[in-house]
């Protein structure tokens, strides 16, 4: 018996816009890019961006181990792994689509170039919905000459600014040519001052709590520079302070993950000193009720913070409360 059947191919243009509205912000996005330059074992990354031209483009750039041209090649597949497969406890990574989903949430033409690490000739490959309109759904294969001024750009930006790493060589660089958002959605002469209040301020503000952990690694710490400004690492859970008071912890096995629970109360001074000047209670641009809440990490990442996350609702009487929740594997003895 015979099937009767018919094309059903997405639009390219309508799949990739569909997609990438994930509730994605600037700051959520550039730290799902940071999550593939972890596992690519990278302690040094750039993320740099021209807010005085437009259209505006931003490079993120790191020292991980990079990628040969086969592995480019892949990684820019939709989807690049199966979510069957098995994967290290460290990676941050899960469907293969993050790179990709969060780029597109923030523009329509994105480039990666990648080298493994030691070698000189970077390759590189772009996806434009322009492109996909008029020939379907395909990549673009960088030509030499295109690679060359991407890397010149990128150069002379990287030079511009100030506090560069020191002994520091890209492997990979992604790149975000016009960030829509900014350059669509606001008049003319408030996308700089909201582009650079992004970048500078709330992106600065969430990598260095979400990512806190890799920074204050003793070995190889995670340095993120955003352009003039080295990120510092902010831990909401400032246990050095003799006043943090800390709930007797609970672990509990689900499935193969192990999930271990630890309560925190600040000290009621938390209250006070939040309001006077910057602490080590809050970050520079939220409060004590911001940040109250669960804090879920994932291999030393935060994936969740702040609020209940719908088991009650925020109130003033909560705001010196924090709960930590470890996500990790069960080893069975």
Do not use: C
Request: proline letters at 4%; glycine letters at 6%.
């Amino acid at each position: 018996m015979s099937i009767k059947s018919e094309d059903a191919s997405p639009n390219p243009e309508y799949l990739i816009k569909s997609i990438a509205e994930q509730g994605y912000s600037l700051e959520t996005s550039l730290a799902d890019l940071i999550d593939n330059s972890i596992s690519a074992k990278a302690d040094k990354i750039e993320i740099l961006v021209d807010t005085d031209t437009e259209p505006f483009k931003l490079f993120l750039a790191d020292n991980g181990e990079g990628m040969t041209e086969d592995e480019l090649k892949n990684n820019m597949q939709f989807p690049s792994n199966s979510p069957e497969n098995s994967r290290l406890n460290s990676d941050l990574g899960r469907f293969g689509l993050g790179m990709k989903t969060a780029s597109f949430s923030q523009t329509r033409k994105f480039t990666v170039l990648s080298k493994k690490k030691g070698e000189k000739k970077y390759n590189g490959r772009t996806w434009d919905v322009n492109f996909l309109k008029l020939n379907g759904w395909k990549i673009i294969v960088n030509t030499e000459e295109e690679i060359a001024l991407l890397m010149y750009q990128y150069n002379q930006l990287s030079k511009d600014f100030l506090k560069g790493f020191n002994d520091y060589e890209p492997n990979t660089i992604v790149i975000w040519e016009g960030l829509y958002k900014f350059e669509s959605y606001l008049k003319d002469n408030k996308r700089k001052d909201a582009l650079k209040r992004e970048i500078t301020d709330v992106t600065s503000d969430y990598l260095a709590l979400v990512f806190h952990r890799f920074m204050e690694k003793d070995i190889f710490p995670l340095k993120i520079r955003i352009n003039n400004t080295i990120v510092n690492p902010f831990n909401p859970f400032p246990v050095e302070e003799k006043d943090f008071r800390q709930i007797e912890p609970k672990q509990s096995a689900f499935r193969s993950d192990v999930i271990k629970i630890e309560g925190f109360v600040l000290p009621s001074r938390a209250i006070t000193e939040s309001k006077q000047s910057l602490t080590k209670w809050t970050t520079r641009h939220r409060g004590l009720m911001d940040m109250e809440g669960l804090y879920i990490y994932r291999a030393d990442r935060i994936i969740l913070f702040g609020g209940w996350n719908g088991i009650v609702k925020k109130a003033p009487r909560l705001q010196l409360a924090r709960l930590r929740v470890e996500v990790g594997n069960r080893v069975d003895h």
